[in-house]
T-cell receptor
């Protein structure tokens, strides 16, 4: 079946502009995660959605970052007034928390470049 | 706060060599541990997942072990091939709910020379 998909695959934007990144999780997966991979920083957690519960936003680096998950499926990560330090690969993962293994499946990522 | 360490950051070996990649974590209260492979400019490919109650998992030439009490995992690659060249990431998952996020190491970049 289809895996996690993300769009766009690449995004170049000017400093100060807003951007939206999209994630389509695997159908039926109740949990959705956003991570960021920056040069020299490794992969860091941003935000977690689980069903209808309030999201865990503890990893968001600033209030310029926000995310939504509509209808328990598609998620959008929004970065307002982008800065050069926001340049990174943004990865989305989904998981079916009802299974025993709770493996997270990752999308291909969106490479964001802020000029 | 969970911290995951992978040392060394880079490794170069000749083709055919058996090798071990190390991963350590500070908080032993984990649900599972995953090893991922990442090729340049690509996303993550899950290689092996070990539940906290398990000691090891095997897939083909790969074998991952877990010693939860000492906070260590190893990924063993047998008979390495140039196609194994990639970055290998170790990640641990917290126990429940808001802690279910993965905490990643910074990865080991492996180069297998023909």
């Amino acid at each position: 079946g289809a895996g996690v998909s993300q769009s766009p695959s690449n995004k170049v934007t000017e400093k100060g502009k807003d951007v939206e990144l999209r994630c389509d999780p695997i159908s039926g997966h109740t949990a959705l995660y956003w991570y960021r991979q920056s040069l020299g920083q490794g992969l860091e957690f941003l935000i977690y959605f689980q069903g209808n519960s309030a999201p865990d936003k503890s990893g968001l680096p600033s209030d310029r970052f926000s995310a939504e998950r509509t209808g328990g499926s598609v998620s959008t990560l929004t970065i307002q007034r982008t800065q050069q330090e926001d340049s990174a690969v943004y990865l989305c993962a989904s998981s079916l928390l009802k299974t025993g293994e709770l493996e997270q499946y990752f999308g291909p990522g969106t490479r964001l470049t802020v000029t | 706060k969970q911290e995951v360490t992978q040392i060394p950051a880079a490794l170069s070996v000749p083709e055919g060599e058996n090798l071990v990649l190390n991963c350590s974590f500070t908080d032993s209260a984990i649900y599972n541990l995953q090893w991922f492979r990442q090729d340049p400019g690509k996303g993550l490919t899950s290689l092996l997942l070990i539940q906290s109650s398990q000691r090891e998992q095997t897939s083909g030439r790969l074998n991952a072990s877990l010693d939860k009490s000492s906070g260590r995992s190893t990924l063993y690659i047998a008979a390495s091939q140039p196609g194994d060249s990639a970055t290998y990431l170790c990640a641990v998952r917290g126990m429940t709910g808001a802690n279910s996020k993965l905490t990643f190491g910074k990865g080991i970049t492996l180069s297998v020379r023909p």
